[in-house]
């Protein structure tokens, strides 16, 4: 069974301040997905990594994918308020649904 | 731009009650999904269905829930008799195909009371 676990669950940073939440997952698989929740929203997809040492770039975040190693990382440089919801990673059991397992969920906080 | 619509954001229910959940994936999609959330906990996949059949189901996915895409366009969620554990986030998502990216829509509240 996939499993995929995010570290931290809760991170409060300042606004400024730089961090990286991890994803891990058990199984072989080389697409990840990165989701952004805000409270009693939907999910917004804001990265697709389909390939070992894919690295993607929106803004402040920064998305990278060792398939090796089955980690994720999504990088936040120089924080800012507007960052402050919770964000998923999802990884695709490959063959048959293609269904998404998602992890916990990373609440972030970013304070003035 | 194109995206997944869901109706009703909210639905109330008394337990035991039928509820239907109404999903409009993106038009050229061919994969379909539902999962669902309980408040403050990760989303959890509910069933897949493709080529107007289900493709896999998960174990919270048991003979009270059931599919249909009645229409061509609509793809809906049956709970047959709700239960107060059945109180969740509902999403729909879509995709055009294996390892695209899925879409999500805005997602139903359901509350059994």
């Known amino acids: 069974e996939l499993k995929v676990e995010q570290n931290p669950l809760f991170l409060s940073m300042q606004e400024g301040k730089n961090y990286t939440i991890y994803c891990n997952y058990s199984?072989?698989?080389?697409?990840l997905y990165w989701y952004r929740q805000d409270p009693g929203k939907s999910l917004e997809s804001l990265f697709v990594?389909?390939?070992?040492?894919a690295v993607k770039q929106e803004g402040r975040l920064m998305a990278s994918l060792d398939t090796k190693a089955r980690l994720s990382t999504l990088h936040i440089t120089a924080a800012v308020h507007d960052l402050s919801a919770t964000y998923f990673c999802?990884?695709?059991?490959?063959?048959?649904?293609?269904?998404?397992?998602f992890g916990k969920g990373t609440k972030l906080t970013v304070n003035p | 731009e194109p995206e997944v619509t869901q109706t009703p954001s909210h639905q109330v229910t008394q337990m035991g009650q039928e509820v239907i959940l109404r999903c409009v994936p993106i038009?050229?999609?061919?994969?379909f999904y539902w999962y669902r959330q309980i408040l403050g906990q990760k989303v959890e996949f509910l069933v897949s269905?493709?080529?107007?059949?289900?493709?896999?189901k998960s174990e919270i996915f048991d003979d009270q829930f059931s599919v249909e895409r009645p229409d061509g366009s609509n793809f809906t969620l049956k709970i047959r008799s709700t239960k107060l554990e059945d109180s969740a986030m509902y999403f729909c998502?879509?995709?055009?195909?294996?390892?695209?990216?899925?879409?999500f829509g805005p997602g139903t509240r359901l509350t059994v009371l």
């Open positions: 269905f493709y080529n107007n059949e289900i493709s896999e």
């Open positions: 999802a990884v695709d059991i490959q063959g048959g649904s293609e269904k998404l397992v």
């Open positions: 998502a879509s995709t055009s195909g294996v390892g695209n990216e899925q879409f």
């Open positions: 038009s050229n999609h061919l994969y």
């Open positions: 990594l389909l390939s070992n040492g």
């Open positions: 199984t072989t698989s080389d697409r």
